[in-house]
């Protein structure tokens, strides 16, 4: 502690949730409850029992799932018993083949989109399979199965209640506000004791983290309903239930659906995320690689989420942005042609597997299933790679490292460090006087208390500091790209799609790649932050320069400027409000990117929750760093978002 | 009970949280800008009146005029803060929710000024919407929805989607669906005012021949003048929440009651919206000339014929009964007369 630090006053704090966790599942509440196994009563606290029923039924519903697609017999257990199956050897089911799933994903796909997407949907499911990530791809994918569909119902519901009830709303907004700065570790921790370990966790850490952005989106498309549609439903009779789903949520389709797609995002990051805590997968084997500092393994576990991911992205989009068709007076044929050629498939699919049984003798049928490791690997090539990398480039990439640690890094960690915690108080409270006025600095007076007053203020800052360092460096790369992109239509076009793409990549899988040439230093997490924080700052820039109106782009042009200073005049100015927003987001992502960066090891907040995961008292620390990082978010966020509205309102661009 | 349909008396709407109170305390004599100081804005200020069976009331005003909050008191999409609204004798504001989705089903349709079609359904669908929410079977409702495309004339165009029309096919389509559960009372909120001026005037006729056939009692709000001239049986022009009169076209023409009245006729083409009824002369009806006019004729169509005349003119009604008498010099007081540039 150096001078002019806190005390850690809220030291305390931590113990207290942890006491408060143990008394909630230990001994608040003893009821009765009916003992299915053992055929007797027993005496269990409330929320002990409310756990153990959520995980019995989420594990039930990830099985089933996972039984359809990989084969198995604990669903038909599930309601029968091992007897029976014992007795009936029919009811071992197999699992669907490879084949059935890859075409069905086709179809559905070229349902959604047309011959394009089915095309990708294909391949990438033939990939998968020939490289022999099938099974973990379909635990992965039975996991967002369950997951997904469970937070929008969730997500949608909440939305619902919030737009019909102001004090939902209100009471939700805090949750919501803080949730979208919270790093995703940070609930890992209290799940695990709440739920233990294991996949089913996974799906509940998952829904809380994606039902968030689901109510936003949800609110955001209700509330865009025009009035006069609310009053025509009104006025043809609809009672609340029949205005609710026959008008609003139809009308709200595709923000609404927008809403599934962010579900899906956020699942895919979970997916990989909820590996720490046993959920099985590509994420689990992402893991054990990059622990093994297996590149190889890791870039193809990686690719492959990475892929699904893509392909469930653009589905979603590809739905969302779906016109209903009208199927008035169209033919049997030509309303079910999907479904029979599914049907045809599945035959198809069913007939190769059994001919491929004779085939391959072995041991492996090929065309029912892949296994794991009998694909083809391009491990060892990446490998020998980044071996060829480091024998050949080390000098560099080290002078660069020391260089960087060295001349950079250091000095503005330590001025980070030097700078007292009551100097750093006074420097954020006057920039939210100075923006927002008292209101906003008390807000950020608060949330800057809350750090100062935990015992890791020293650890915040070090997080800050590399958030910084990130944003800093985003900020320009993406400025500039995103400027010089923006010159002309089509590359303005390729760089958003460029980055539609990169912010589809589960989070953890940028850290694949900067493993791999800059090994584990502090040089990779902040390449790694740099690469994340880009995205919104390059998307932010195009998107803000284009909404200038064209008529003032009209008028400067006739003004007779030229085209650099119609940008600085008229462009940059407009639009800066836009990027603002843009800052906002890549400050968010680097934050997010430096507490995942604790994985390769870091020393700041992220490390500490990384640690509290193993801790038997993990769940208070790891739930109150996290809620430290996410008030870091939330400072800047408050700042931005005040200095926005009044810019807006001030230009007149609301 | 006479045979008005709907009657308002002493209706008030008043928006903000003090609005209540305010309007007790104030004892009927509401002054919007004392009101606003407290921070109440009032929508409809003291509306009493009555439409009559199968009578077309066009309310007039500009933006803010309270014109289209009056409308939505009567179709009770809002609540009037005090007063009462009478539909068919029904104490409109006595009627619970479900008495209310009741008449909403049964007695009344409206049309909205951006056109609020369903995006996700096709145009039938939009129209036979408010049957299947009645809870008709799908496929009744899809052959009534069908009678009333053809009605409004979008026949070959009944599965397209809204976003595939025009506005003023959009339009037909809201028209539709209002009429599909054939309501008595037909509420219209600015419905031409989105579309261009060709397509409006198409829609007015149309609408006109629309009524003439089904005779619904219709309250029509417009910020246009001359479209309230052109379909009104009786025209109710607000300002500030005020009806500030209530007369029929000609009435308003010949006799504005206020200087805000006056202005919005000046313009207007007398001899295109007066018939020889409202300015003939009926006690003298002796020494006419030979020349004899309906008494529904427009003055802009007879008057060629009168000022060719030294005396008089006999004009008769259906009957080839004479009922009243009009001078040369009438028409051309009437229509170059009283106007404020005319010295």
């Known amino acids: ?654 | 009970m006479s045979n008005s349909v709907i009657k308002c008396e002493n209706v008030f709407k008043i928006f903000g949280a003090k609005a209540k109170k305010m309007l007790q305390d104030s004892n009927g004599n509401v002054d919007a800008k004392t009101f606003q100081e407290n921070g109440c804005i009032v929508g409809v200020n003291n509306a009493s009146f009555e439409v009559a069976k199968g009578e077309m009331l066009v309310v007039m005003g500009l933006s803010g005029s309270g014109k289209s909050t009056l409308l939505r008191c009567i179709s009770r999409l809002t609540d009037a803060t005090s007063g009462k609204i009478y539909i068919e004798g029904q104490d409109l504001l006595k009627l619970n929710n479900k008495e209310l989705i009741d008449l909403r089903r049964n007695k009344m349709g409206m049309v909205f000024q951006s056109f609020a079609l369903l995006p996700h359904k096709t145009v039938v669908e939009n129209i036979a919407f408010p049957l299947q929410i009645k809870g008709i079977e799908i496929e009744d409702s899809i052959s009534k929805a069908m009678d009333m495309v053809k009605l409004v004339g979008l026949e070959g165009r009944e599965n397209y989607f809204p976003r595939e029309l025009s506005g003023g096919q959009q339009q037909r389509v809201g028209i539709a669906r209002s009429l599909a559960v054939e309501p008595d009372i037909w509420f219209l909120d600015e419905p031409f005012s989105a579309l261009d001026p060709l397509i409006r005037k198409e829609m007015q006729d149309e609408f006109l021949r629309l009524q003439e056939k089904l005779q619904k009692t219709i309250m029509f709000i417009t910020h246009d003048f001359d479209e309230a001239l052109k379909l009104a049986d009786r025209i109710a022009i607000m300002k500030d929440g005020i009806i500030e009169q209530l007369d029929t076209p000609a009435n308003i023409v010949l006799n504005p009651s206020t200087e805000y009245v006056r202005k919005f006729t000046e313009e207007v083409p007398r001899e295109k919206v007066l018939l020889i009824e409202d300015v003939m002369d009926k006690s003298d009806i002796k020494d006419l000339s030979e020349l004899k006019v309906f008494k529904d004729e427009t003055i802009e169509n007879v008057a060629e014929k009168i000022l060719s005349q030294d005396k008089a003119v006999a004009v008769i009604d259906g009957n080839n009964k004479i009922v009243g008498s009009i001078n040369p010099t009438k028409i051309i007081n009437t229509v170059f007369g009283g106007r404020k540039n005319s010295n």
Request: hydrophobic content about 55%; glycine content about 8%.
């Open chain 1, 1 to 654: 502690m150096s001078f002019g630090d806190c005390p850690p006053l809220l030291g305390w704090l931590p113990i207290w949730i942890n006491d408060s966790l143990f008394f909630l599942m230990n001994e608040w509440l003893p009821m009765e409850f009916w003992n299915e196994d053992t055929q007797s009563y027993k005496t269990r606290p409330l929320v002990l029992q409310i756990t153990r029923e959520i995980t019995s039924v989420m594990t039930f519903l990830i099985e089933l799932i996972r039984d359809i697609l990989l084969g198995g017999l604990k669903t038909i257990v599930a309601f029968t018993s091992w007897d029976f199956v014992g007795s009936n050897s029919w009811a071992k089911m197999p699992g669907l083949p490879w084949t059935i799933v890859a075409a069905g994903a086709a179809i559905l796909a070229y349902q959604l989109s047309g011959k394009g997407l089915a095309l990708f949907a294909g391949l990438v499911m033939v990939y998968i399979s020939i490289f022999g990530q099938w099974k973990p791809s379909m635990q992965t994918l039975s996991f967002i199965l369950v997951a997904a569909p469970l937070s929008f119902i969730f997500g949608l519901g909440l939305g619902i209640a919030a737009f019909k009830n102001k004090r939902v709303e209100k009471a939700l907004y805090p949750i919501l506000l803080v949730m979208q700065t919270m790093p995703q570790y940070a609930v890992l921790v209290p799940a695990l004791v709440l739920f233990g370990v294991g996949d089913h966790a996974a799906v509940i850490i998952t829904m809380i983290v994606a039902v968030p952005p689901m109510i936003l989106l949800t609110l955001l498309g209700l509330r865009a309903v025009p009035p006069e549609v609310i009053e025509a439903g009104r006025m043809s009779g609809c009672n609340n239930w029949q205005l609710m789903f026959k008008v609003l949520i139809p009308t709200a389709r595709r923000d609404i659906l927008i809403g599934v797609n962010q579900v899906i995002m956020v699942c895919f990051s979970m997916a990989v995320i909820s590996a720490f805590i046993g959920a099985k997968g590509l994420g689990f084997n992402l893991l054990l690689a990059l622990n093994q500092l297996n590149i190889g393994l890791a870039l193809e576990a990686g690719l492959c989420i990475s892929l699904i991911a893509i392909l469930l992205d653009k589905m979603s989009l590809a739905w969302a942005n779906k016109q209903v068709d009208y199927f008035g007076n169209l033919s049997f044929y030509e309303r079910n042609k999907n479904a029979i050629y599914f049907g045809i498939a599945v035959f198809i699919g069913i007939i190769m597997a059994y001919l491929g049984s004779f085939y391959f003798k072995q041991g492996f049928n090929y065309l029912f299933e892949v296994p794991h490791n009998k694909g083809i690997s391009t491990a060892d090539f990446w490998n020998k790679g980044v071996d060829w990398i480091f024998d050949t480039f080390f000098v560099y990439i080290k002078a660069f490292n020391t260089w960087l640690i060295v001349e950079v890094l250091q000095p503005m960690r330590a001025l980070y460090l030097r700078m007292p915690a009551v100097a750093t108080l006074v420097l954020v409270v006057g920039a939210g006087y100075l923006i927002g006025g008292v209101r906003s600095a008390l807000v950020v007076c608060g949330l800057t208390l809350f750090i100062a007053l935990s015992p890791w203020w020293d650890r915040a800052l070090v997080t800050t500091y590399m958030a910084t360092f990130g944003v800093i460096v985003s900020c320009i790369i993406g400025f500039t790209v995103g400027t010089l992109c923006f010159q002309n239509k089509h590359s303005a076009n390729f760089m958003l799609g460029v980055c539609d793409i990169f912010q589809t990549f589960p989070s953890f899988v940028y850290l694949i790649p900067v493993m791999m040439l800059f090994g584990i230093t502090d040089t990779s997490v902040l390449i790694a932050v740099i690469v994340y924080a880009t995205i919104p700052a390059t998307r932010y820039t195009i998107e803000g320069l284009r909404s200038v109106p064209t008529a003032l782009h009209d008028a400067a042009t006739m003004s007779g400027v030229n085209k650099f200073q119609r940008l600085t005049k008229i462009e940059f100015p407009l639009a800066f409000p836009h990027m603002m927003l843009g800052l906002n987001q890549t400050i968010v992502f680097a934050l997010f990117m430096v507490i995942i960066g604790a994985f390769i090891g870091t020393e700041d907040l992220g490390q500490y929750i990384l640690k509290a995961l193993s801790d038997k008292n993990g769940a208070g620390i790891g739930l109150t760093l996290g809620i430290c990082v996410a008030f870091i978010g939330l400072i800047f966020d408050n700042l931005i978002r005040t200095y926005v509205q009044k810019r807006k309102k001030h230009l007149g661009i609301d």
